[in-house]
């Protein structure tokens, strides 16, 4: 088992892709993530490096387009329901599998996207709305208030979500010609919204749907963590990740922590996800990367994977 870091942690601090390679390497990291803030100007410089640091993952959409203000993972949607938006995800995440391709990776980690929940009647049916309600109940799942805001959200986001997957997969098999040909694999990120798609239960059926292609889920530790706490996490999504883990179709593993409600990508072991009962996961994941946002300070990061490393017994 090897670690890598996510560029995402300092893409904005370093301007150059050597710059963002040597820091890694000095941090003890064996591999790097290209993270959607990666700019096409950086990728020259991680090229330079490749004999020293491999890029084993990408995560879309990169490089960041031109077109676009800043990075972001949902840009696009290739789970949309518009065929216009579809078309764009499908335009940058080729350009990503490019990217990919040249450095040498093995996979591409997606945010498939989000299934909307507001209606003209109730706009504010949402995570957002999900979490208020949350915290004011002290945390508790199971307070009266928060079972009837979160049953009229599953309720509307699963009804919307029957009518995404066959459109989703179509999408997926006409990528993966293109895959197998660059022999890399796109993995399908658990994400931290109700509204997120596809959910534990979803990506289960997707991926054994396309059985031998090459489509698997990514895990993330945060995300998982904040859709523990509230709630989202029933039996059947355990179930679901269990025989993910099972049949090895959990592909890599983003690794950050969680203190609150909020996915901040804390450093890992600052927070409340248990590390321990996924070390059974961290084993057979063909990628661990660690992906805290900037704010985490290297003294923090390096601590991390010191208590990683000793969590998992490398």
């Not at 049949?247 to 804390?266: A, E, Q």
Request: proline share 4%; with cysteine; hydrophobic share 40%.
């Amino acid at each position: 088992m090897k670690f890598a870091l996510s560029t995402n942690w300092c893409n904005r601090k370093y301007s150059s892709g050597e710059e963002i390679a040597d820091k890694a390497l000095e941090l003890g990291f064996a591999a790097l993530e290209l993270g959607f803030n990666t700019t096409q100007d950086q990728l020259a410089g991680f090229l330079k490096r490749l004999d020293q640091i491999p890029v084993e993952s990408v995560h879309a959409f990169c490089p960041v387009p031109l077109s676009a203000p800043d990075g972001s993972p949902e840009l696009y949607s290739l789970a949309s329901p518009d065929e216009n938006e579809r078309a764009m995800a499908r335009i940058y995440l080729l350009k990503t599998i490019d990217t990919a391709s040249d450095m040498g990776a093995k996979s591409i980690v997606l945010h498939a996207g989000r299934i909307p929940l507001a209606t003209f009647f109730s706009k504010k049916r949402d995570s957002h709305l999900l979490r208020e309600t949350l915290i004011a109940a002290k945390g508790d799942t199971l307070n009266p208030k928060y079972r009837k805001v979160l049953n009229s959200a599953l309720s509307a986001r699963n009804k919307r979500a029957a009518k995404i997957t066959d459109i989703f997969l179509r999408e997926l098999e006409s990528i993966e010609p293109v895959l197998e040909k660059r022999s890399l694999a796109l993995a399908l990120e658990n994400l931290p919204f109700l509204e997120g798609y596809p959910n534990e239960v979803e990506t289960l059926d997707i991926v054994t749907r396309l059985s031998g292609s090459r489509v698997f889920a990514w895990f993330d530790t945060g995300h998982h963590r904040v859709r523990e706490m509230h709630g989202w996490i029933d039996d059947d999504a355990k179930e679901a990740l269990e025989k993910l883990e099972e049949i090895s179709l959990v592909r890599g593993m983003h690794i950050n922590d969680v203190k609150d409600y909020y996915d901040d990508h804390f450093a890992p072991g600052g927070g409340g996800v248990d590390f321990t009962a996924l070390s059974s996961m961290a084993e057979k994941a063909e990628h661990i990367v660690f992906e805290p946002k900037s704010h985490v300070s290297e003294e923090n990061l390096s601590k991390s994977i010191s208590s990683i490393s000793s969590i998992w017994k490398i």
